[in-house]
T-cell receptor, first 112, second 115 residues
Framework: DAKTTQPNSMESNEEEPVHLPCNHS???????IHWYRQLPSQGPEYVIH???SNVNNRMASLAIAEDRKSSTLILHRATLRDAAVYYC?????????????FGKGTKLSVIP | DGGITQSPKYLFRKEGQNVTLSCEQN?????MYWYRQDPGQGLRLIYY???????QKGDIAEGYSVSREKKESFPLTVTSAQKNPTAFYLC??????????????FGQGTRLTVV
C-alpha cells in the first residue's frame, strides 16, 4: 500500500488560512489523493480529492505538487468548527480500488 | 435521504458477553468496512467486504466476526475472545468503480464500553 505522512498536530488562529501538508513519495500514477476530516466523537467525512490538478470545493482547496509526491489541504479561513483530525489517504485504481486505509492524521487546533 | 446508519450510539457490555453492532446503508454501495478507534489514535481496519456473501480480515480481526448476507447490511459481532473491546467503532461504505475517485461515507459510530 502507498503510504502517507502527516504532522501529528498543527495550530491555527481563527479566520486565518491553514495549510495542512501530506507527503506520499511512493504514490503511483493512478492513485487518487483524498482528504477526510473527523470532528470529535463523529465519523470521518469526505473533504476533497484529486489526481493531478489542483481542486477547489466549498469546503477546501487541494494543491498537488507537480511530481505528486506531496499535497496540501488549504482551509481558506479557519473557524472553530474546523478543529478536527484531518486524514490524507491514497486510493488506488484497478484491483486495489477497494482499499481504504487511514493513518493517524493531523489534529488541527483552532485558536480563537 | 441516502446514508449510512450505525446503531446503537452507545453500548455497554459485560465481560464474557458477545455483542453485535449494526451498520446499514441505503446508498447501494458495494463495499463496507469496520474500523476500531482508540482514544487519540487513528482508524484500524477490522473487516471489510467488497460484495455480498464475501468478506476479508483487516489488520485487527481477532475477536471479531462479521456477515454480509445483504448488500445494505454489515453487522459486526464483538466476541468474548476480544480482550480489550472498549473502543469507538466506525462503519463505512463506498461505491466501487475500479477507480480510486469515489468517496467513502461513514456512520456516526458506536461507542462500546465493557463494564
Amino acid at each position: 500500500d502507498a503510504k502517507t505522512t502527516q504532522p501529528n498536530s498543527m495550530e491555527s488562529n481563527e479566520e486565518e488560512p491553514v495549510h495542512l501538508p501530506c507527503n506520499h513519495s511512493t504514490i503511483s500514477g493512478t492513485d487518487y489523493i483524498h482528504w477526510y476530516r473527523q470532528l470529535p466523537s463523529q465519523g470521518p467525512e469526505y473533504v476533497i480529492h484529486g489526481l493531478t490538478s489542483n481542486v477547489n470545493n466549498r469546503m477546501a482547496s487541494l494543491a498537488i505538487a507537480e511530481d505528486r509526491k506531496s499535497s496540501t489541504l488549504i482551509l481558506h479561513r479557519a473557524t472553530l468548527r474546523d478543529a478536527a483530525v484531518y486524514y490524507c489517504i491514497l486510493r488506488a485504481s484497478g484491483a486495489g480500488s477497494y482499499q481504504l486505509t487511514f493513518g493517524k492524521g493531523t489534529k488541527l487546533s483552532v485558536i480563537p | 435521504d441516502g446514508g449510512i446508519t450505525q446503531s446503537p450510539k452507545y453500548l455497554f457490555r459485560k465481560e464474557g458477553q458477545n455483542v453485535t453492532l449494526s451498520c446499514e446503508q441505503n446508498l447501494n454501495h458495494d463495499a463496507m468496512y469496520w474500523y476500531r478507534q482508540d482514544p487519540g489514535q487513528g482508524l484500524r481496519l477490522i473487516y471489510y467486504s467488497q460484495i455480498v456473501n464475501d468478506f476479508q480480515k483487516g489488520d485487527i480481526a481477532e475477536g471479531y466476526s462479521v456477515s454480509r448476507e445483504k448488500k445494505e447490511s454489515f453487522p459486526l459481532t464483538v466476541t468474548s475472545a476480544q480482550k480489550n473491546p472498549t473502543a469507538f467503532y466506525l462503519c463505512a461504505s463506498m461505491l466501487l468503480t475500479g477507480r480510486g475517485n469515489t468517496e467513502a461515507f461513514f456512520g456516526q459510530g458506536t461507542r462500546l464500553t465493557v463494564v
